[in-house]
């Protein structure tokens, strides 16, 4: 879903920064984006950061920042995920910074930094309303201090289990609601490399069927491109409104994804002879679970906020990042498929196609 800017009233007080500390172009960027909030009397902070060794909530970093109403992230895929853990606990907007190519989730290019800044404060942009998944579980999460170390590759420390959300109800058909908010996925995956997780799966209430996998995963549509697909499952459009249910390596027949109605919660319940399981979020590890624990992943209620400066060519992205090429059947003669270029509008029987065309509308 995308929405004119000047439909939502968006105003920049106030940029939050999370940048790749590893690359040295996207320090030189950050202080691009320090440069243009000095001049245009906007608050600027780090976020997103270490703290005396330990990682903060999200909730803790955006206060620490002045709750910011714009995040900028420099980096690439993974620096715009924990830009959007952030924005979306604040409901601000969040602009994706690419510093090599733009990814499926950047935005614009790190050389473009100051004219993108510029499109959001006078509202030449739109805004992508993207799904979110939160989950509620038997129990609260927590990381085994083995686990832990285990984990840590010199990555940093790992990000705190997921804190219980007081502000919701609790009971043992439904559990306790998680404070987790995930752009990509959420995966049930193995610990000990000879034995498989064995999980019942429910899909809106009902059983399913009984799984034993590498591990089981719940993407949005913006995640269909991630871990989902390296497991075989469906691209979908990051417009549509949809969860994919995706095993990865599964001893059955059954081996397809399931693609669910954004109300048609996943459940994922370890069975009595399943061993351990890792509970991921956006790829980082928030806890390990046991026989009998579950989780129930659904689409969360709000939204992620992204900044879209131009029209999205998704299926051209797509084309370019999988390195798709022709099938050699249907360009024998040497003869590839035509460019459909539209340069008109639609018609009116059409109008209410979303079409790119060369005259910038989307």
Sequence with gaps: ?????SDTGATVNRVGLVVHGGRPEAL??????RAWCEEHTVRCADIDVWNEGGRRTAREEVD???DPDLVVTLGGDGTFLRGARLAAVNDALVLGVDLGRVGFLTETSVSEVRAALDAV???????????????RASRPLEVPAE??????YGRGPLLPPPHVRPDCEVDDEWGIALSVTALNDIVLEKLSRDRQVSVGVYISGRLLASYSADALLVATPTGSTAYS??????????RAEALVFTPVAPHMAFDRSVVTAPDEPVGLRLLERS???????????????GPGDWIG???????LRAVRLGPMDFYGRLRERMNLTDAPAAVADGTPAPLWSVTTPPPGDLAHLELLTDTGDS
Aim: hydrophobic content about 50%.
């Design 28 to 33: 030189e960027a950050a202080d691009v984006v």
């Design 147 to 152: 686990i832990e170390a285990l984990m840590d």
């Design 229 to 238: 697909f390296a497991a075989g499952g469906p691209v979908l459009s990051p």
């Design 64 to 66: 620490a920042a002045g």
């Design 1 to 5: 879903m995308t929405t004119h800017a």
């Design 121 to 135: 404060r006078e509202n030449r942009m739109r805004i992508d309303s993207r799904m979110l998944l939160t989950l």
């Design 275 to 289: 061993g351990q399981a890792a509970v991921s979020i956006d790829g980082q590890l928030r806890g390990v679970l």
């Design 297 to 303: 992943v659904y689409a969360a209620p709000r939204r």
